[in-house]
Structures are given as structure tokens and as C-alpha cells.
């Protein structure tokens, strides 16, 4: 063989120099795309959860709420809220309903209005919550609130769980 045939071949990469270096860059991308992806996932649970949790503490803050007004016209505290103790209830705020809980709460999926910004259970487009409400009898003068806001994501499903004692 010549000298510049040699060197004409023995200057280029080999098929399996190229497989290598073809590698060695999939797995340097592949390590941020998949960091990339945990992290999407995780802000979009974390998303819910807060959610989901805004969704309860609503609901406590209700219930505390219609006891404080029947204190002040001078109602029995529990007067409006006293179908959900010891039952499982569906509370919609901004109608200011709360209906106790038939079946596996079909009726505690929450909507959301788009318009006024609002959850609910009367308009608005399908989200993947539910919402119910429990109070058990502690006490004469103390009840505990418990609020339970459900949704699966993908097929996990979750839930949040906001207890409160009222007096």
C-alpha cells in the first residue's frame, strides 16, 4: 500500500468510534431531560396540592363561619350544619349550600367558573376534586370538622385532609 492511502483512512472515524461518541451524547442529554420531566411533575402535583388544600381550608372556614353568624342573630351554633354530623356532606360556597352526601359523593365533584374565578358545584368546567365535609360530636359546645378533598392525577389517586375543632 501507498503511504497517502494509508494516511487517507487512518485519518477518519471508525464505526465503532462513532457508536461511542453517539452514546456518550444520549446519556449527557438524557440526564437533564429526565431532571427536566421530575421537575414538570413535581410543580404540577405540588399545584394540586396546594389546590387542594385552599379547597379544604375553605370549607373549615365555612363552617366556622355559620357557626359565628348563628351566635350573632342568636341561633344555636350548629343551626345549618347540623345535617353533617355524623353524615358526609357536599358544601358549595358560593351558592351557599351544604347537602348531605348520598351514595360515593358523586355530587362532591367541584367545578370551576372560569368567570368568576370560583369553585363550585353548580357551573362551570370539571376538575378533578371532591369535596366533602364531616362533623362529628365531640362535646354539648364543641364539634370537629373534618374535610376531606380528593383527585387522582394520571392513576395516583390523593387526597388532603383539613380537621379543625369548633366550639
Request: glycine share 0%; aromatic share 6%.
Given at each position: 500500500m501507498t503511504a497517502s492511502f494509508k494516511q487517507k483512512y487512518a485519518s477518519g472515524f471508525t464505526l465503532v468510534e462513532t457508536l461511542v461518541a453517539v452514546s456518550i451524547l444520549l446519556v449527557s442529554i438524557s440526564g437533564p431531560l429526565t431532571l427536566a420531566t421530575r421537575g414538570i411533575s413535581s410543580a404540577l402535583f405540588a399545584r394540586d396540592q396546594i389546590t387542594?388544600?385552599?379547597?379544604?381550608?375553605?370549607?373549615?372556614?365555612?363552617?366556622?363561619?355559620?357557626?359565628?353568624?348563628?351566635?350573632?342573630v342568636g341561633n344555636s351554633w350548629l343551626t345549618g350544619l347540623s345535617s353533617c354530623v355524623g353524615a358526609t356532606c357536599v358544601v358549595d360556597l358560593p351558592n351557599d349550600t351544604i347537602d348531605t352526601c348520598t351514595g360515593a359523593c358523586a355530587e362532591g365533584a367541584v367545578l370551576y367558573d372560569a368567570s368568576s374565578n370560583l369553585y363550585n358545584h353548580a357551573t362551570g368546567s370539571?376538575?378533578?376534586?371532591?369535596?366533602?365535609?364531616?362533623?362529628?360530636?365531640?362535646?354539648?359546645?364543641?364539634?370537629?370538622?373534618?374535610?376531606?378533598?380528593s383527585w387522582t392525577t394520571g392513576t395516583l389517586s390523593r387526597s388532603v385532609v383539613a380537621r379543625e375543632h369548633i366550639h
Open positions: 387542594a388544600s385552599y379547597l379544604a381550608q375553605e370549607a373549615v372556614e365555612y363552617a366556622r363561619n355559620i357557626r359565628d353568624e348563628n351566635t350573632l370539571a376538575t378533578p376534586y371532591t369535596r366533602t365535609m364531616t362533623l362529628s360530636t365531640i362535646s354539648a359546645t364543641e364539634v370537629a370538622v373534618v374535610v376531606t378533598v
